[in-house]
Each structure stands twice: as C-alpha cells, then as structure tokens.
C-alpha cells in the first residue's frame, strides 16, 4: 500500500482510526483526492468520444463480417 500512498502516486489516502470496540488504533485507506478527481474528467471525455468510439466499433465489426463472408466460401472453394 505504501506505493500507492507516496506522493507520486496518491492513490489512496491511509487514515488511523480508533475503534472503541477493540479499544485501538486501526488504520483505513480510502480513495485520494487525485484518484477522485480524475474519474470526472475521463467519464465527461467518454460523453465527448463516445460516439466516435461507437461508430468506430461498429466500422470494426462490419469490415470483420465483410471479410469473414468474402474468405470463408474461398476457402470453402479451395478444400474441395
């Protein structure tokens, strides 16, 4: 956990907490500031790409029927 605590990093957050029950100290790790704030920024840039990303998908998948229709009944052809 260390690595995600040093400052180049901050992902996580570590807290010590005390807990009544057990009468010490514990510690937590919750979500640092910057892991917080980036997933905003990704999640607004996938509202802006996501219908590029969609079409491109789509493009993917129909060049991959076209050549798998085109390919199969050649290699079909050449078997017999």
């Known amino acids: 956990m260390d690595y995600f605590i040093d400052d180049d990093h901050r992902i996580v ?18 979500l640092g500031y910057d ?13 802006i790409y996501s219908p590029r990303i ?3 998908r789509q493009l993917i998948r129909y060049v ?9 009944p050649i290699i079909l052809s050449s078997l017999s």
């Not at 917080?36 to 607004?44: L, Q, T, Y």
């Open 13 to 30: 957050c570590r807290a010590e907490i005390f807990n009544p029950e057990e009468n010490k100290r514990i510690t937590c790790y919750s």
């Open 64 to 72: 991959g029927i076209l050549v798998t229709s085109i390919s199969v």
């Open 35 to 47: 892991a917080i704030g980036i997933a905003p920024r990704s999640w607004r840039l996938m509202d």
């Open 54 to 56: 969609k079409f491109l």
